[in-house]
């Protein structure tokens, strides 16, 4: 069984976050921050992730974005952004990657993310599609969303 866990904000996550391909600003701050000492070790973290023994296989960043913010769903409301969803080569093809989608379906809120390339057949086996591209909205992006029953894709 696959267990998706809340990361916590400590160094040894860091550390581990630099196998990743998509390590960047979102990690580069958080490490800032714990120099700093103001980030301790309950601190929330954006990032879930999955172990395989101790260590991180499988990650993505999560975060809600307040109803008021919403232009892709109809009617408006809150809704998730998925981002840094990566899985380490050797354990692809293994149901990690499904496992933190699914995790995050759990909040039955619509959800976006903006796949990385060749990633696309992936999302489309997890119920995602293509937005309706809005050129001043999504700033040459492709962004790709899931519904939860009930929610319909806002007309651009």
């Known amino acids: 069984m696959i267990k998706v866990e ?11 976050f630099k196998r990743f391909k998509e390590y960047g600003n979102q990690e580069l701050s958080m490490l800032e921050d714990l120099q700093s000492n103001i980030v301790e070790n309950d601190s929330e973290s954006p990032f879930y992730g999955v172990y395989y023994g ?12 307040q109803k008021k913010y919403d232009q892709y769903f109809e009617p408006a409301q809150d809704y998730l952004v998925l981002w840094k969803l990566e899985v380490l080569p ?17 909040y039955q809120l619509p959800i976006k993310t903006n796949p990385r390339i060749n990633s696309q057949g992936f999302w489309e086996k997890m119920g995602f599609q293509k937005a309706k591209y809005d050129m001043e909205r999504d700033l040459g992006e492709n962004p790709l969303i899931w519904m939860p029953e009930g929610v319909e894709e806002k007309e651009v």
């Open 54 to 65: 101790n260590t991180l296989v499988s990650r993505m960043s999560l975060y809600k974005v």
């Open 6 to 16: 809340k990361l916590l904000i400590n160094y040894k996550t860091l550390e581990q």
């Open 90 to 106: 050797d354990f692809r093809g293994k149901g990690y990657g499904k496992a933190l989608v699914e995790f995050a379906k759990q």
